[in-house]
């Protein structure tokens, strides 16, 4: 499967972004959509996952209340709404996807390119 991340650009604190990551071919629905991000000289950290069939969303704390998963089955999409966004969010983020619920970028297998996302002060 190819996973193509797209959305991210540049905003100030406070504002908002809305990723999107469509996948070329049908999501089963037993899989686990996720999305990563990964800062300058960090490693790639979870942000937060949705069950395709069910819809069941998980969140990082760091995120939990400001970052909104969602997808459309009709489209094999699955989206990223960040409210609230701080500088501390600036990184490359990638959707990936996987079989079962993990928090671990090894437990993956597909990944999309990556978009990046830089909010200034």
């Known amino acids: 499967v190819q996973l193509q991340a797209s959305g991210g650009g540049q905003v100030q604190a406070g504002g908002s972004l809305r990723l999107s990551c469509e996948a070329s071919?049908?999501?089963?629905?037993?899989?686990?959509m996720s999305w990563f991000r990964q800062a300058p000289g960090k490693e790639r950290e979870f942000v937060g996952a949705?069950?395709?069939?069910?819809?069941?969303?998980y969140y990082a704390e760091s995120v939990k209340g400001r970052f909104t998963i969602s997808r459309d089955k009709s489209k094999n999409a699955v989206y990223l709404q960040m409210n609230s966004l701080k500088p501390g969010d600036t990184a490359m983020y990638y959707c990936a996807r996987a079989l079962e619920l993990a928090n671990a970028p090894s437990q993956y297998k597909d990944w999309g390119q990556g978009t990046l996302v830089t909010v200034s002060s």
């Open positions: 071919i049908r999501i089963f629905s037993s899989a686990v």
């Open positions: 949705i069950r395709w069939g069910v819809g069941l969303t």
